[in-house]
């Protein structure tokens, strides 16, 4: 299950779902420990999702080395050929440098593209998380106010 549903369904049940008595909520604990295990069951399905945005990384990273090696390899055999033409020598060689450092620019560029996407992923999951522990936080600090206020009620009780 997705973890923003999981937090929203147990916040509705704390502060919204649970009965009130004297003004404060009472909620089951079977109830919230119930959807804490889902919610922690849903945990490793986002670090799943983070290692295939790693994955999908390394994958266009290794695809623009080999892409460079590609470009060089052609840069080397064409400028082979044009060496064994004496007249063209001299353009092989500029032909040869120009190539190697397009291929350099792009293998540089496909790598910071793929850098910039997954920090984009990966800041973009830390922001999910990071809010979802905030609604987790507050939920059990709900709970535990509430908790304590109905233990106060009972020992102020005759």
């Known amino acids: 299950m997705d973890i923003e549903f999981l937090m929203e369904r147990l916040e509705q049940y704390i502060l919204k779902d649970s009965p009130k008595l004297f003004g404060n909520r009472l909620v089951s604990d079977e109830e919230v420990r119930s959807q804490l295990i889902q919610l922690r069951e849903a945990i490793p399905d986002e670090i799943f999702h983070a290692r295939k945005i790693i994955q ?26 044009a060496v064994s033409e004496h007249r063209l020598v001299d353009e092989a060689r500029r032909k ?6 397009e291929a350099e620019t792009e293998a540089d560029k496909l790598r910071a593209d793929a850098d910039e996407y997954v920090f984009d992923m990966l800041s973009q999951l830390q922001g999910e998380l990071t809010r979802n522990l905030h609604v987790v936080e507050n939920g059990l600090q709900r709970l535990e106010t509430d908790r304590e206020a109905t233990l106060q009620h009972r020992e102020d009780l005759p």
């Open 56 to 81: 999908e990384r390394e994958m266009i990273l290794e695809q623009a080395r080999e892409e460079a090696e590609r470009i060089k390899a052609d840069a080397r055999v064409d400028a082979e050929r």
């Open 96 to 101: 040869a440098k120009r190539i190697l450092q």
